[in-house]
């Protein structure tokens, strides 16, 4: 799938919902859904510096593919973070 594609089915994906709060509901979904990182990534090496919550995000490349997990520590920025690392 292209970023354009991702883009697109992202935004589609949002046009459903009527109001904000059913659209911040759906982000904290995402964020609960999104696959645990390996608890060795939760290092600070790893850790997005700047932000006012936790993040961790971990790279590596698997099958000529760059693969992220991530993780935080709060609900609505696992939510975010899950947006931005979606293949």
């Given amino acids: 799938m292209t970023i354009k594609e991702q883009q697109d089915r992202i935004i ?4 459903v919902f009527g109001d904000w709060m059913e659209k911040y509901e759906y982000i904290i979904q995402l964020g609960k859904d999104l696959p645990l990182i390996d ?3 939760k290092t600070d090496d ?6 006012q919550s936790k993040v961790w995000l971990h790279a590596e490349l ?10 935080s520590d709060a609900v609505i ?3 975010l973070v899950s947006l931005v690392i979606q293949c």
């Fill in 62 to 71: 698997q099958d000529g593919k760059l693969v992220f997990t991530a993780d």
């Fill in 39 to 41: 608890p060795k990534y």
């Fill in 12 to 15: 589609e994906d949002f046009e």
């Fill in 77 to 79: 920025t696992k939510g």
């Fill in 46 to 51: 790893n850790l997005i510096r700047g932000c």
